[in-house]
């Protein structure tokens, strides 16, 4: 995995995509400029609408120099694989998206729907609306999809909060609502609003069509202080969904929107993991939902591989990730840790060694969290050190390692097999390859091991960190 190899690669992509890009565009400007739509003529008036202008173009070329279309072609290929979760056979055309959300959607580098786009969004756009409990793997894009459904259902026209989103934390709300704006950036009359710590309201009511946030804000402004009607909401979406549901907290505010809202409106459910009981007690709030639930198997993604380390201690980690950055060409990479006792110290230790480290745990405020994530997804830190706050829903994909410093455990030191899945979902983010690497160093850590293997039914393999050639062969494989 050498970062050289990866952006000539990603170079070549690019050219090949901006050339693409501006023949459409050209044939598009001359299609539109050469004919005058008749009546009646839809498809006329769409491809009126699609035809992009000069600045939108230069728009879309930067675009894609950010390189977030930089593997189209892998993801091209994955897509024909019809055992991969990015297959799809149908376009986003097909879906009958508003003109300004496709437009959109591509301006994003987003050439076909993921299997989970794919297949919830026909449900979710469909009339009457239905309910939806879905589950695909993580960086499969269903944030997209909701975010999709969320845009096409409001009616910008009643100035009242009509979508409502909620999130776990402050970055993941925020990283929804950044992608909502991106997908409406040609909707500049959708409005919308973030309920997350640090944002004030006054005592006129909200009049923004969509509102993000986390559950308690939500039901401050909600229920507290009614700025916003919860029985006019008309899409209600609870983003990882079985944390919502399964932490305590979380649950008993999301049961108490939940209650507020009228019949008709329409519920969105999504996550990478629901375990049983947590999907059956969704089944028992949502009414006649639409499931899309994966087996077992097809949880973990291939494009990850899992790897464990045998160490004796905390100073024996750390050599194995010193032999890991000495063997191969990282990107960038996020360290799990148990407690923030262990990510002080980690990164104390990586800083000493000229690392470029940053350190993200509780005890920030949020808009130092904020901060942190920021500079990282601009890789001005190359490595990230956490605790669980960021094991969920953060997608930064130039993420190609994850390490597991600790092996993720419950409240009764058994393994927590969802926030395992979730944690090394931060790497390989849509088709892209990743690497997980757990830091194993006692007999209960290695039981945990096993137990995530056993539960997933995915190979996790050893791996010898003071062997430079394996370390090497991981990097390319
Ligand atoms: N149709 C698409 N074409 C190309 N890229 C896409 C598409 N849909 C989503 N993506 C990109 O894939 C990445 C992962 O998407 P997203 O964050 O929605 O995944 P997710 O399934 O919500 O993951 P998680 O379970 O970790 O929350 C994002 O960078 C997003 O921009």
């Given at each position: 995995m050498s970062e050289k190899k990866d952006s000539n690669w990603v170079k070549k992509a690019e050219d090949q995509e901006i050339s693409n890009l501006v023949d459409k565009l050209k044939l598009e400007n001359e299609n539109a400029a050469g004919r005058k739509p008749?009546?009646?003529?839809?498809?006329?008036?769409?491809?009126?609408?699609?035809s992009a202008s000069?600045?939108?173009?230069?728009?879309?070329m930067k675009i894609i120099r950010k390189g977030l279309v930089e593997s189209k072609q892998d993801l091209e290929i994955q897509?024909?694989?019809?055992?991969?979760?990015?297959?799809?056979?149908?376009?986003?055309?097909?879906?009958?998206?508003?003109?300004?959300?496709?437009?959109?959607?591509?301006?994003?580098?987003?050439?076909?729907?993921?299997?989970?786009?794919?297949?919830a969004l026909p449900t979710l756009l469909a009339d009457p609306p239905q309910n939806m409990i879905a589950q695909s793997q993580s960086g499969t894009g269903k944030t997209a999809a909701f975010v999709l459904a969320m845009l096409s259902r409001v009616d910008p026209k009643k100035d009242y909060p009509q979508v409502l989103c909620l999130s776990p934390t402050y970055e993941l709300a925020i990283q929804t609502g950044e992608v909502a704006a991106r997908m409406a950036q040609f909707c500049p009359e959708i409005k919308l609003k973030y309920a997350v710590r640090g944002e004030e309201v006054g005592r006129e009511k909200l009049t923004d069509h969509i509102i993000i946030g986390t559950p308690g804000k939500v039901m401050d402004w909600g229920i507290k202080y009614k700025v916003f009607d919860l029985k006019k909401i008309r899409v209600f979406?609870?983003?990882?969904?079985?944390?919502?549901i399964a932490t305590q907290g979380h649950h008993d505010q999301c049961i108490r929107i939940h209650k507020q809202l009228s019949k008709s409106c329409q519920m969105m459910f999504f996550s990478a993991t629901y375990d049983k009981e947590v999907m059956d007690f969704a089944q028992y709030i949502v009414p006649n939902p639409i499931i899309i639930k994966l087996r077992r198997e097809q949880e973990s993604l291939d494009n990850i591989k899992q790897y464990y380390v045998r160490c004796k201690d905390q100073d024996e980690k750390y050599k194995a990730i010193q032999n890991i950055y000495g063997g191969i060409t990282v990107g960038q990479a996020i360290i799990f840790c148990h407690t923030r006792k262990t990510a002080t110290w980690l990164s104390g230790k990586m800083s000493q060694d000229g690392h470029s480290v940053?350190?993200?745990?509780?005890?920030?405020?949020?808009?130092?969290?904020?901060?942190?994530?920021?500079?990282?997804?601009?890789?001005?830190?190359?490595?990230?050190?956490?605790?669980n706050v960021l094991s969920r829903g953060i997608d930064v994909e130039q993420v190609t390692i994850v390490v597991n410093f600790d092996l993720p455990m419950d409240g009764h030191g058994r393994a927590d097999c969802e926030t395992y899945l979730h944690r090394i979902g931060r790497t390989g983010r849509f088709g892209k390859n990743g690497i997980a690497i757990n830091l194993v160093d006692s007999d209960?850590?290695?039981?945990?091991?096993?137990?995530?293997?056993?539960?997933?039914k995915k190979k996790i393999e050893l791996l010898d960190a003071d062997n430079s050639d394996e370390i090497e062969k991981i990097g390319t494989e």
């Open positions: 008749e009546a009646g003529d839809g498809k006329r008036e769409e491809d009126q609408a699609d000069a600045a939108e173009t230069s728009l879309l897509r024909k694989d019809p055992n991969s979760p990015l297959y799809s056979v149908k376009t986003f055309e097909a879906l009958h998206l508003k003109p300004e959300l496709l437009k959109g959607v591509y301006a994003m580098g987003f050439n076909a729907p993921s299997k989970i786009q794919e297949t979406v609870l983003d990882e969904a079985d944390v919502m940053a350190v993200l745990s509780g005890e920030l405020t949020v808009e130092q969290r904020l901060l942190v994530l920021d500079r990282f997804r601009d890789g001005l830190e190359k490595v990230l050190i956490t605790t209960k850590s290695m039981n945990i091991c096993k137990a995530i293997e056993k539960h997933f």
